[in-house]
């Protein structure tokens, strides 16, 4: 059973940066594609942002586009969302994802969550 361990959550202030990183227990992983989701309190999951399993095409939310920047380094199993120009509408719990399709919710891993605050 894969394992996805996500880090790099906290405070920032609007306007700020955070970089997410998703470590993978093996390289099983490389076979699919990975990336994020986020919960909002008192809201649903909602998807953020893919890569393919080669790291060639990259799929993001509307409302992250321009301002996040999903990477991953298949020789460390690792996936990374770097965000810039965060809004308090950003806070949530991050959960990095593994699977077939992360746009159509096709997700076979899950990590535990980080949780991202952004203060006015």
């Known amino acids: 059973q894969v394992q996805l361990v996500e880090s790099g959550g906290g405070l920032v202030q609007a306007g700020g940066s955070l970089r997410l990183s998703c470590a993978a227990s093996?390289?099983?992983?490389?076979?699919?594609?990975m990336g994020w989701f986020r919960q909002a309190p008192g809201k649903e999951r909602e998807f953020v942002a893919a890569?393919?399993?080669?790291?060639?095409?990259?799929y993001y939310a509307d409302s992250v586009k321009g301002r996040f920047t999903i990477s991953r380094d298949n020789d460390k199993n690792t996936v990374y969302l770097q965000m810039n120009s965060l809004r308090p509408e950003d806070t949530a719990v991050y959960y990095c994802a593994a699977g077939g399709d992360l746009v159509l919710d096709v997700v076979n891993y899950w990590g535990e969550g980080t949780l991202v605050t952004v203060s006015s």
């Open positions: 890569t393919s399993w080669s790291g060639g095409s990259f």
């Open positions: 093996d390289s099983t992983v490389s076979r699919y594609a």
